[in-house]
């Protein structure tokens, strides 16, 4: 184990939104220019001339229709890119305190959908969307593509790159640069929220974002944020696809805010009584 000094420890666990923007960057970029040359070969080939404006909106148009494609790439790349760095960090990650069983997977994916419906809720009755025109123009991008893309790229991979990345490797790097768990926590889930460079995703991703690192401090096993991760990505692909009536939308809000409130208080309690013993 390499004895960093608590400067250098802090900056690596900074270094890894970092890294990940790259991924993002370099994954663009790549597929862009790939897309590029063919498009431009096809158009020399019918001796078709392109101006300089032609091939930047045609650039521009490549990024914008195809930003479904470079999620899922990221996504594969990230999760394989930080699975190395979480593979060689395990042996300084603190022990896990207790089994993460099938019944704390099925608490985590129902905190998730809960999150989601109450998250959602919230933004669409304080109607901030109306604010923020971008955030349903980037949400359409995000969600276009075929139902298959969508499900493997937003639904699965993201959040296993997100969650080894920010969790799994940031907030672990902070908390071993002697950094308090709730300053940990507050940092890892802001960057998580930069990462997504519109205000209100950030906003969400930041509510989330502590979400997901109470629910890792609490059962200190990475399989958890990834979980609770998925099923609010998959949970937001899968109502893409049906109409949910607003009765229905009232019943699941309030059984939602029931349960977070239950688990939170059932977590709270438990954590005391094991500090007492």
């Known amino acids: 184990m390499k004895n960093y000094s608590k400067p250098r420890k802090i900056w690596r666990a900074i270094n890894m939104p970092l890294i990940y923007l790259g991924i993002q960057i370099a994954v663009a970029i790549i597929y862009t220019f790939a897309l590029g040359i063919m498009f431009v070969i096809e158009q020399v080939k019918g001796g078709i001339e392109l101006t300089q404006d032609e091939v930047t909106n045609m650039l521009t148009r490549i990024i914008t229709e195809n930003q479904h494609f470079v ?17 060689k960090e ?35 009755i304080t109607r901030l969307d109306e604010f923020f025109s971008s955030y349903a123009q980037i949400e359409e ?19 296993i790159a997100e969650e080894l990345c920010f969790r799994g490797l940031m907030y672990n790097r902070l908390k071993g640069g002697k950094m308090p768990v709730i300053w940990a926590m507050i940092l890892s ?12 995703q950030s906003m969400y991703a930041f509510a989330f974002g502590m979400v997901i690192v109470f629910v890792y401090e609490k059962y200190k ?28 939308e009232t019943v699941m ?16 309690t438990s954590r005391k009584r094991a500090e007492e013993v």
Do not use: D, Q
């Open 221 to 248: 096993s990475i399989f958890a944020p990834i979980l609770i991760h998925i099923a609010v990505n998959t949970f937001s692909v899968l109502l893409m696809e049906v109409t949910i009536t607003p009765i229905a």
């Open 253 to 268: 809000f309030a059984a939602s805010i029931l349960f977070a409130v239950c688990y939170a208080v059932i977590a709270i």
């Open 141 to 159: 991008i995000i969600m276009s593509g075929t139902f298959a893309v969508r499900l493997f790229g937003v639904g699965i991979l993201a959040p």
């Open 90 to 124: 395990k042996g300084n990650l603190p022990p896990k305190t207790a089994k993460f069983t099938p019944l704390n997977a099925v608490l985590v994916l129902m905190l998730g959908l809960a999150s989601n419906i109450i998250i959602g809720t919230v933004i669409e």
């Open 189 to 200: 889930s802001l960057a998580f929220g930069i990462i997504h460079f519109n205000i209100l």
């Open 71 to 87: 999620l899922l790439a990221t996504g594969l790349v990230g999760s394989l890119v930080f699975f190395l760095f979480w593979n």
